[in-house]
C-alpha cells in the first residue's frame, strides 16, 4: 500500500473554495419567493453552477493537495463528468427548495440531493485518476462519506433557511463547505493507493500541483464573485424606507412557514404572481404620485397588488388571509396567492376596521373566510373556506383572542 500525504495549504485552500461555493449558492437564492417562477430559473441555474462548480473545485483542489510516491494524471472525460453530475444534482434539490412551499420535507429532499450530487461528484472524479497505482475503497468509506454528506447537506440548509439573514446565510455556507470538505477528506481516508504490477511511463505535468490548484482555487472565487455582483439577492434591493416588521406583541412560536394545503404544497397565483421589488408596483409604491393616495384606506377600500405586470386591486372581503414576506405581503385569495409591496403592518392599518385578525406575527385573517379551527397540542391552526384546505397558523400568544373572535371560548 503505497503512502499518502497531504499539503495543508492546499487543504485549507479546498475548504475554502467550498465555503465561498456554497454561500455564493445560498446568498443568490435569497428572496427566490418575491420573484416569478420564470424569473428565478436563471438565479436557481447560477446558484447551482456556483455549488456544484464549488464542489468540484474543491474536490480537484483537494486530490491535487494528495502527494503519492508515483505520478498521477486525470482523464478529461471523467473530470468533466464529475462537474456536470455534481450541477445537475445540485440543480434539481434547489428546484425542489424553491418552486413549492418550504416545508422540512422539502429541506430533507434538497439536502438528500445535495448530499448524493456531492458523493457523485468525487468518486466519478477518483475513477479519473491514472497512473502506477491501483485504486481501492473500504466498503465503510463511501457509507461513512455518503452519510456524512447527506446529513451535513440538511443540517446545512435548516440553518441558511431556518432565517434568510446575512449571518445565518453565511453559517450555512460554512456549514456546507465543512460537509462538502468532510465528505471529501473521510472518503479519502478509507480510500487504499496501491502500487501496479506495470510500470507506465508518465510525463511529468507542465504545471505543479500548487500551481494548478491556486489557479483553480482563484478562478472559483472570481467566477463567485462576479456571480455575486451581477445578481444582488432580492431582499438586499428592498426599499429602505420599509424596514422590519414591527411586533406588536411577543409570539412564542418561531415565524411560520408558508401555509400548507391538503396535497401537502403551496398553492401558486394562477398567474405566477410574485414580482421582482423593482417592479412597476414597487416603483409606483416608491416614487409616490397619484399611487400614494392609495395609503388612505378610506379612499381605495382595496388592496393593491400585481399581475401579468399590472397593477390589481382587491376589495378586502375578498382577501381570506395576509400572509408576511420580508418587507412585503401576500394577498391569499382562497387558494392563490399574490404579491403586495406593503409590509403587514401597513396592511394591518389599511384594515383596521374590517374583520381582520392577527393570528400569527406572520398572519392576518379574514374571520368571515374561516372555515375550521384546530388544535394539535400547544399549536393551533385556522382552516380557510376552499376547494384547497389552507391552514394558517395560530401562535400560542394569540391562540385566546382567535378562539373568542370565533365564538369558542
Not at 483537494?62 to 445540485?90: E, K, Q
Not at 440538511?154 to 449571518?167: D, N, Q, S
Request: aromatic fraction near 6%.
Amino acid at each position: 500500500m503505497l503512502s499518502v500525504s497531504y499539503d495543508p495549504v492546499l487543504v485549507t485552500a479546498s475548504v475554502l473554495v467550498a465555503v465561498m461555493g456554497a454561500f455564493t449558492c445560498l446568498r443568490l437564492t435569497s428572496g427566490l419567493s418575491t420573484l416569478a417562477p420564470a424569473a428565478r430559473r436563471p438565479r436557481i441555474a447560477e446558484a447551482a453552477v456556483a455549488l456544484g462548480g464549488g464542489i468540484w473545485a474543491m474536490h480537484f483542489v483537494g486530490m491535487l493537495a494528495v502527494s503519492l510516491p508515483v505520478t498521477i494524471t486525470y482523464s478529461a472525460l471523467p473530470t468533466l463528468a464529475s462537474a456536470l453530475v455534481a450541477i445537475l444534482v445540485v440543480g434539481i434539490g434547489l428546484i425542489a427548495l424553491h418552486f413549492g412551499a418550504r416545508t422540512q420535507k422539502r429541506i430533507l429532499i434538497a439536502g438528500t440531493l445535495t448530499g448524493l450530487g456531492i458523493v457523485a461528484m468525487h468518486y466519478i472524479g477518483m475513477s479519473a485518476i491514472n497512473g502506477n497505482c491501483v485504486i481501492g475503497y473500504r466498503p465503510i468509506g463511501p457509507v461513512l462519506s455518503t452519510a456524512i454528506a447527506i446529513g451535513s447537506s440538511i443540517l446545512a440548509l435548516e440553518l441558511a433557511y431556518r432565517k434568510r439573514t446575512l449571518a445565518m446565510t453565511a453559517l450555512g455556507a460554512v456549514a456546507l463547505g465543512l460537509a462538502i470538505s468532510a465528505m471529501h477528506y473521510v472518503a479519502m481516508l478509507f480510500t487504499v493507493f496501491e502500487a501496479s504490477e506495470t510500470v507506465t511511463f508518465i510525463a511529468a505535468p507542465s504545471l505543479s500541483a500548487g500551481l494548478l490548484a491556486m489557479i483553480v482555487s482563484v478562478a472559483c472565487f472570481v467566477i463567485c464573485g462576479l456571480f455575486l455582483l451581477m445578481a444582488i439577492p432580492v431582499e438586499s434591493r428592498a426599499p429602505a424606507t420599509e424596514g422590519p416588521e414591527p411586533e406588536t406583541g411577543a409570539d412564542t412560536d418561531p415565524p411560520a412557514p408558508a401555509p400548507r394545503v391538503a396535497n401537502g404544497s403551496a398553492v401558486n397565483a394562477l398567474s405566477g404572481a410574485g414580482a421582482k421589488p423593482d417592479s412597476i408596483l414597487s416603483k409606483a409604491h416608491n416614487g409616490g404620485g397619484p399611487y400614494e393616495r392609495l395609503s388612505d384606506p378610506s379612499i381605495s377600500g382595496r388592496i393593491p397588488y400585481e399581475r401579468d405586470n399590472t397593477i390589481r386591486f382587491l376589495a378586502t372581503d375578498q382577501i381570506s388571509a395576509f400572509r408576511a414576506d420580508g418587507h412585503y405581503t401576500r394577498v391569499m385569495n382562497g387558494a392563490n396567492e399574490f404579491f403586495c409591496p406593503w409590509s403587514i403592518s401597513r396592511v394591518e392599518k389599511a384594515i383596521e376596521n374590517s374583520p381582520f385578525i392577527r393570528t400569527h406575527r406572520s398572519y392576518l385573517v379574514n374571520l368571515k373566510h374561516v372555515a375550521g379551527f384546530k388544535r394539535e397540542g400547544d399549536k393551533a391552526f385556522c382552516f380557510l373556506e376552499g376547494s384547497d384546505e389552507v391552514r394558517i397558523p395560530v401562535s400560542r400568544s394569540r391562540m385566546s383572542d382567535v378562539q373568542r373572535a370565533l365564538g369558542l371560548a
